[in-house]
């Protein structure tokens, strides 16, 4: 445990020293997990983009 506790944490340092902001979709459930900072590059707030539908409607209809 303690490896994975040592791994977090210097994933942690990465995204906040290369300022890195990533999202994880849940295919099947259908779930959006969106850091922090990249929903607010996006001009939203964490809880406002759960679903992959959410995200969706932010794509230009020519580039989705």
């Known amino acids: ?3 994975v506790e ?10 906040e020293v290369g300022k890195v902001a990533w999202w994880e979709w849940n295919y099947d ?5 969106c850091h922090p900072d990249k ?3 996006l ?6 983009l759960k679903t ?7 794509i230009h209809p020519e580039d989705y």
Request: aromatic share 12%; proline share 0%.
């Open 1 to 3: 445990m303690k490896e």
């Open 6 to 15: 040592l791994s977090n944490k210097r994933m942690t340092l990465a995204n």
């Open 52 to 58: 992959v539908e959410d995200f969706i409607q932010l």
């Open 43 to 48: 001009g939203f707030m964490t809880d406002e």
């Open 39 to 41: 929903a607010r590059w």
């Open 29 to 33: 459930k259908k779930e959006l997990f």
